[in-house]
C-alpha cells in the first residue's frame, strides 16, 4: 500500500482549510473542543518524542505544562507582556527545566530518568506553593481578563501542527533514526559512535517546548490557574494513555490517540469521572501487554506502510 | 608504530578479574586474532578497548593518543568499529536504515554507500526490511557492513564465523582480507580455529584473564601452555 | 535565614532521622530486591505500601486491635497481592525492554489509586492510638515513631535473615547475581520472581502499616514513597541489598536536617535535589554498586 504525496497533501491541506474556517461556523463548544484536541496533539506529540522514540519514558511531562503555564501567567498578570510572546518564554522556560533535570539524569539508563520524572511534578508544586509572592501560592494567580478564544484557537492549532510537523521531520531523518537506537539497543548504538547522551538530551528539550507553550496558552484561556490545575498526573497520564494508544514513535499516532481519546472521553466517559484513571490504568497495561505498538504501528507492520505514518 | 597500543590493562568484577594486566600492540594493515578458552576475557577486552568497560589499571592509546576513560562513542568516532557476539542489529530499523544510522555528512551519498554494501553481502533486495525479520546469517552480515560504514581504522569483529554458512564464510573472508589490504587493522575473536589460522597473522592467546601465548598461528597451535589452556593436564 | 543552632536540636535531627530512616530502609529494600532479581523497577511499590496502610486503618477502626499487631496481616495480604501481580501481569515484562515494565507498573500504579479513592473515599484517616512522646536528654522522642521505628529494624532484621540464611533467599539472592546460573542450579525462577514480588509488597505494605499509626493516610500518599524508596536505593547503590539501610538513613537524616532550615513543605524538594545531585556527583551510589 502507497499513500502517494499528490493524495496525501491535497487531503491534509483540505483538513488544514476546514479548521481554519471552523471558528466562524461552529459553535462555542466545538470550538473550544478543538482546541482541547490541538491541546492534547501538541502534549502527545511532544512526549512521543522522547518516550517513542528513545524509549526513556517521561512519568512528569505535565511539569512542562505547569512551567509554562505559570511563566506566562506571571510575565502576564506581573510583568505585562502580551500573551502570545507570554506564551513564547512558557516555551523556553520548559525546556530550561527540561536541560537542568535532563543533564544530570539522561547519563544514565532509563528508570533514573524515569523515577526523577515522577518526582518533578511534585517538586515543582511545592515549590509553586512555597514562592507565594510571585505565584499566588495555593491562592491561584488571575489574569486579566481577555476574550481571546479564536486567537488561542489558531496558536494553539499550529502549535499542534508544528509538533506534528516537526514529528514527521525528525522521524525521516538519521537523527530521529539515532533516537530509535537509543531505544532498540543503546550499548549497540554507543559503540557505533552515536553520542546517545546528547541526542536523548535533544530530543528531551525538543518534547518540553511544546508543553511549555501549551500550558502557557491554556493558563491565558481559562485566565486563572493553581498548583492543583496545571500539575495533576492525569494530565501526563493522558499523554502517555494517547501515544500509547495510537502508536508510540509514529508520526500520526499521537494524533489519532489525541482525537480519538477525547471524543471517547467526552462522549462516553464523562458519565463516570471517578473512574478515569482506572480505565486509564487498564488501557496502559492492556496496550503494553496486547498492543504494544499501538494503532497505527500494527497497522504499520501488517500492511507495510512507511514509517512516516 | 603500533595503531593500537594495550598496555598492562586490568578489569575486575567484583572479586573475579577478567583481563589481568593484559598488553597487546596491533600495527596497521594486519590481522590479528584473539583466541582463548570460554571466560578467558577476549569480549572484555573487546569492551574495554571500545569503552564500554572502565578499565581499572593499564593504558590503551589509539593512534598515540589514550582512549581509555572516553566514551564508547568518542572511541568509535575516533576510528574504531565493532561487532558483537551477540548480534545487536537495530531490530525496528530496516537494513538500510541499520546502515544510514551511523553516518555523518550528504544523505544521498550514504544512501548510494549503504546500498553498495547491502549488495555486497548479497542483502540489496532486503534493503527496506526490519532488521529483526531478517535471519541470524543475514542479521550478522547487516552488523558486519554496519561497521564499515564508518570508514574504521580498526575493525573489532567478535566470532564473525559462527552461525554463518560455508558460502557466505568465504566471501565474508575475502572482505576481511581485502579490509586488510586497504591498510585497515583488524582483531578478531574467534573459535574456529581454521579460520583463525587461515586469515591471522598473529595471534595472541588469553587464558583466565591473562596473555599466555602471543606469535604466528603455526606456533602458537604447538604452544604447550597453549594446548593445556583449551584442552587441560 | 538566622538560625539558631543548639545542640539539642541536632541530637533532634539525629534521633528523628533515624527514626524516619529505618521506615525508608524498610520499604526501599523491596523496591531493591524487584529490581534486583527482575530489573524492573516497581512503579505501584509506594500504592502497594497505601494499600497495606488501609489493612492497619480499616482493622484498627474496625475490630479496634492494636495497630502494630495488624503489621503481620498487612504484610500478609500484600504478599499475596503482590504473588498475583506478578503471576497475572508483571511475569510478561521481565524480559521485555524497560519502557514496558515501567509503564505497566505505572498502569497498575494508577489503577490501584483510583480503585482506592473509589473504595475509601479520598478522606485523610488516621490510626490514634498512641500519641506523645518520651523526653530523653532534653530531645523529644515520639511514641508511635519510636515503636514504630523498632517494628521496622525488626521486619528489615528478619527480611535479612531471610535472605542471609534460608535456601529460598539465598536463591532470590543467586537469582539477582545471574539468571543463568540460577537455572542452572535448578532454581525455579518464576516462583523466585513471585516470591520476590510477595516479599517486596509485603515490606511496602509493613512500611504502610506503620506509617498509618504516625501520620494521615489518603489513596495518593504512595507516589512520593516509589520516588523515595528509589532515592534510598540511588544513594546506597542499586543491586546493593545492605545499601538501602545506609540509604534510609542517609535519606532520614538529610531530610530532618534541611527541616531546621527550611519549612517541611519543602522536604520533598530536598530529597528530590538530593537525587539530582547525587545523580551528577556519584551515580553508582554512595557505596558503590554493581555495573550493569
Not at chain 1, 481554519?20 to 501538541?42: D, E, S
Not at chain 2, 570508514?151 to 573489532?156: E, K
Not at chain 3, 542517609?250 to 513543605?265: D, H, I, K, N, R
Request: hydrophobic share 55%; with cysteine; proline share 4%.
Amino acid at each position: 500500500m502507497r499513500l502517494s504525496p499528490a493524495v496525501v497533501l491535497p487531503a491534509l491541506a483540505v483538513v488544514l482549510a476546514a479548521l481554519v474556517l471552523y471558528p466562524f461556523v461552529g459553535t462555542g463548544y466545538g470550538v473550544r473542543a478543538m482546541l482541547q484536541i490541538f491541546m492534547w496533539i501538541a502534549l502527545a506529540g511532544s512526549w512521543n518524542l522522547i518516550s517513542g522514540l528513545t524509549g526513556y519514558v517521561s512519568f512528569g511531562h505535565v511539569a512542562f505544562f505547569g512551567a509554562g503555564a505559570y511563566t506566562g501567567a506571571i510575565l502576564v498578570a506581573s510583568a505585562g507582556w502580551s500573551w502570545p510572546v507570554a506564551a513564547l518564554a512558557g516555551g523556553i522556560a520548559a525546556a530550561l527545566l527540561a536541560l537542568f533535570i535532563g543533564y544530570p539524569c539522561l547519563r544514565l539508563k532509563g528508570p533514573y530518568f524515569a523515577i526523577a520524572m515522577l518526582g518533578l511534578n511534585e517538586v515543582l508544586r511545592a515549590l509553586v506553593s512555597y514562592f507565594e509572592g510571585l505565584t499566588g501560592g495555593g491562592n491561584g494567580l488571575s489574569l486579566p481578563t481577555l476574550d481571546a478564544t479564536r486567537a488561542i484557537y489558531y496558536v494553539m492549532g499550529v502549535l499542534a501542527v508544528a509538533v506534528t510537523a516537526m514529528t514527521y521531520a525528525i522521524i525521516t531523518s538519521r537523527f530521529g533514526l539515532r533516537l530509535m537506537t537509543i531505544r532498540e539497543d543503546e550499548i549497540a548504538a554507543e559503540a557505533m559512535g552515536i553520542d546517545t547522551f546528547h541526542h536523548k538530551l535533544a530530543a528531551f528539550l525538543l518534547s518540553a517546548v511544546g508543553p511549555g507553550i501549551a500550558g502557557a496558552l491554556t493558563a491565558r484561556d481559562q485566565g486563572y490557574i493553581e498548583p492543583l490545575s496545571v500539575f495533576p498526573l492525569a494530565i501526563t497520564v493522558t499523554m502517555i494513555v494517547m501515544v500509547l494508544f495510537g502508536g508510540k514513535g509514529t508520526v500520526w499516532g499521537p494524533v489519532l490517540g489525541a482525537a480519538a481519546l477525547f471524543v471517547i472521553q467526552e462522549i462516553v466517559w464523562a458519565r463516570y469521572p471517578y473512574v478515569h484513571p482506572l480505565l486509564f490504568g487498564a488501557i496502559i497495561v492492556a496496550v503494553v501487554l496486547l498492543m504494544p505498538r499501538g494503532v497505527l504501528g500494527l497497522l504499520q507492520l501488517k500492511y507495510r506502510l512507511p514509517r512516516t505514518i | 608504530m603500533a595503531v593500537l597500543a594495550v598496555d598492562g590493562v586490568k578489569k575486575r568484577f567484583g572479586g573475579v578479574t577478567a583481563v589481568n594486566g593484559v598488553s597487546i600492540a596491533l600495527e596497521a594493515g594486519r590481522i590479528y586474532g584473539l583466541i582463548g578458552p570460554n571466560g578467558s576475557g577476549k569480549t572484555t577486552l573487546f569492551n574495554c578497548i571500545t569503552g564500554l568497560e572502565r578499565i581499572d589499571a593499564g593504558r590503551v592509546r589509539f593512534k598515540d593518543e589514550r582512549i581509555d576513560g572516553l566514551k564508547p562513542s568518542q572511541v568509535a568516532r575516533r576510528g574504531i568499529g565493532r561487532t558483537f557476539q551477540m548480534i545487536r542489529v537495530f531490530p525496528e530499523l530496516t537494513a538500510l536504515e541499520n546502515l544510514l544510522v551511523v553516518t555523518r555528512g550528504p544523505r544521498p551519498q550514504a544512501e548510494r554507500r549503504g546500498r553498495e554494501l547491502l549488495q555486497f553481502v548479497k542483502l540489496a533486495g532486503l534493503a527496506d526490511e526490519y532488521a529483526g525479520n531478517l535471519s541470524y546469517g543475514q542479521q550478522k552480515l547487516v552488523e558486519f557492513v554496519r561497521v564499515l560504514m564508518t570508514d574504521p581504522t580498526l575493525i573489532l569483529l567478535d566470532e564473525p564465523a559462527a552461525g554463518v554458512n560455508r558460502t557466505l564464510l568465504n566471501d565474508l573472508l575475502a572482505a576481511v582480507a581485502r579490509l586488510r589490504d586497504e591498510g585497515r587493522t583488524i582483531l578478531l575473536v574467534e573459535h574456529d580455529m581454521k579460520v583463525v589460522m587461515g586469515l591471522c597473522e598473529t595471534v595472541f592467546v588469553l587464558d583466565h584473564g591473562d596473555k599466555i601465548a602471543e606469535g604466528p598461528p603455526g606456533i602458537i597451535q604447538a604452544d604447550e601452555r597453549v594446548i593445556e589452556a583449551y584442552f587441560g593436564r | 535565614m538566622s538560625v539558631v543552632v543548639t545542640p539539642e536540636m541536632i541530637g533532634q535531627v539525629v534521633i528523628s532521622g533515624i527514626l524516619s530512616g529505618a521506615l525508608y530502609a524498610m520499604v526501599a529494600l523491596g523496591l531493591a530486591l524487584i529490581f534486583g532479581v527482575m530489573r524492573v523497577i516497581n512503579i505501584a511499590h509506594g500504592p502497594l505500601l497505601m494499600l497495606g496502610a488501609y489493612v492497619t486503618f480499616f482493622l484498627y477502626s474496625r475490630t479496634g486491635m492494636n495497630p502494630f499487631l495488624t503489621v503481620p496481616l498487612a504484610m500478609a495480604a500484600l504478599f499475596v497481592v503482590g504473588v498475583l501481580l506478578q503471576r497475572t501481569l508483571v511475569f510478561r515484562v521481565v524480559d521485555a525492554p524497560e519502557l514496558s515494565s515501567l509503564l505497566l507498573t505505572f498502569g497498575i500504579s494508577i489503577a490501584l489509586v483510583n480503585v482506592a479513592q473509589n473504595l475509601f473515599t479520598s478522606d485523610l484517616r488516621a490510626v490514634e492510638y498512641i500519641t506523645g512522646s518520651w523526653s530523653v536528654g532534653g530531645v523529644a522522642l515520639s511514641k508511635p515513631r519510636f515503636i514504630a521505628f523498632v517494628f521496622a529494624l525488626a521486619v528489615t532484621g528478619a527480611a535479612f535473615l531471610f535472605l542471609k540464611t534460608t535456601r529460598l533467599g539465598k536463591a532470590i539472592r543467586a537469582t539477582s547475581q545471574s539468571r543463568e546460573v540460577a537455572l542452572v542450579c535448578g532454581i525455579d525462577v518464576g516462583r523466585i520472581h513471585m516470591l520476590t514480588f510477595g516479599l517486596a509488597s509485603a515490606l511496602a505494605a509493613g512500611g504502610g502499616a506503620l506509617l498509618a499509626v504516625i501520620v494521615a493516610i489518603q489513596p495518593e500518599m504512595g507516589g512520593v514513597w516509589t520516588f523515595k524508596s528509589f532515592l534510598v536505593i540511588v544513594l546506597g547503590g542499586a543491586g546493593n541489598y545492605p545499601g538501602a539501610l545506609l540509604g534510609g538513613l542517609l535519606l532520614g537524616l538529610v531530610e530532618q536536617l534541611a527541616s531546621l532550615f527550611l519549612t517541611t513543605q519543602l522536604s520533598e524538594v530536598v530529597a528530590y535535589v538530593l537525587l539530582v545531585l547525587v545523580l551528577l556527583v556519584r551515580p553508582t551510589g554512595l557505596l558503590g554498586g554493581r555495573q550493569t
